[in-house]
């Protein structure tokens, strides 16, 4: 799933009032802002993605760490950021986006994660503030093989299965996507952790008021993909 864009800023006293004033007012004032003063990525959407896969590439045929000049990379953003991908990835400690996206130094990604990769209140939040604060053309949702919090979805539809404290609520977010492949060819964990990852990626371009008006205008594109732990590789989902 794949919706195109660009990039959006505004003032953080104006993000701060819109998030105030409810959604459906944001979404519009958002909408009839011109470009903050103060810088944002010039990177496109194409160029975002074109990186994203460049470097993943770079971490499967090269997966050696590279020296990175770190004290130099937080000198130079210090004062500002500008990241030109989101990525909505699990919590799972094998899938960190800055490596598995060939090792991109601070200040490039601004990464929400959370058990199943999940557009959870926070997640939709911060997703919001990197596409219309921060001017980021591109949002990834990045699911991965054999994915703790899918299984445990997945075991609730075969095994009726419950769970305690918050992950029963957090794993019943996933549940629909399991329920919706159960039975289909091919293994039951990895087809959710598919659909899951395409279902996110469709609440995040259309439940999200804001996020929704800058995919209409053409300004962020939504993708989904999943991540393959043995190989290492990123697969983009349609």
Same mark, same amino acid.
């Given at each position: ?5 660009? &990039? ?29 003063? =103060? ?16 470097? +993943?590439?770079?971490?499967?045929? @090269? ?11 937080? =000198?130079?953003?210090?004062? $500002?950021?500008?990241?030109? $991908?989101? *990525? ?10 800055? /490596?598995?996206? %060939? ?10 994660? +959370?058990?199943? +990769?999940? @557009? ?6 911060? *997703?919001?503030?990197? $596409?219309?604060? /921060? %001017? ?11 994915? %703790?919090?899918? @299984? ?38 990895? &087809? ?12 995040? $371009?259309?439940?999200?008021? *804001? ?20 190989? %290492? ?6």
């Amino acid at each position: 799933m794949c919706i195109a864009c660009q &990039n959006l800023a505004l003032p953080r006293r104006s993000f701060l009032a819109l998030a105030a004033s409810g959604a459906a007012a944001a979404a519009t004032a958002f909408s009839g802002q011109a470009l903050a003063a =103060g810088a944002t990525t010039s990177v496109t959407a194409d160029e975002a993605l074109a990186r994203l896969k460049s470097g +993943n590439e770079k971490f499967v045929s @090269a997966p050696q760490l590279c020296a990175a000049d770190l004290a130099k990379q937080r =000198g130079a953003i210090a004062k $500002a950021q500008t990241p030109w $991908a989101s *990525i909505v990835g699990c919590a799972d400690s094998r899938t960190p986006p800055e /490596l598995v996206f %060939g090792g991109t130094g601070l200040g490039e990604l601004f990464v929400a994660r +959370n058990a199943g +990769n999940m @557009a959870d209140t926070a997640t939709m939040g911060t *997703i919001e503030y990197g $596409a219309a604060e /921060l %001017g980021i053309p591109l949002i990834l949702v990045l699911g991965h093989q054999r994915c %703790g919090a899918v @299984a445990a979805a997945c075991s609730v539809v075969e095994k009726h299965a419950k769970f305690p404290g918050s992950i029963g609520p957090m794993v019943a977010a996933i549940v629909p996507a399991a329920r919706a492949v159960h039975g289909k060819p091919g293994d039951f964990v990895e &087809n959710a952790v598919r659909e899951s990852a395409r279902r996110t990626a469709v609440k995040v $371009a259309t439940d999200s008021k *804001i996020v929704a008006g800058l995919v209409k205008a053409k300004k962020v594109k939504v993708l989904a993909a999943c991540y393959d732990l043995d190989s %290492g590789r990123v697969e983009y989902l349609t």
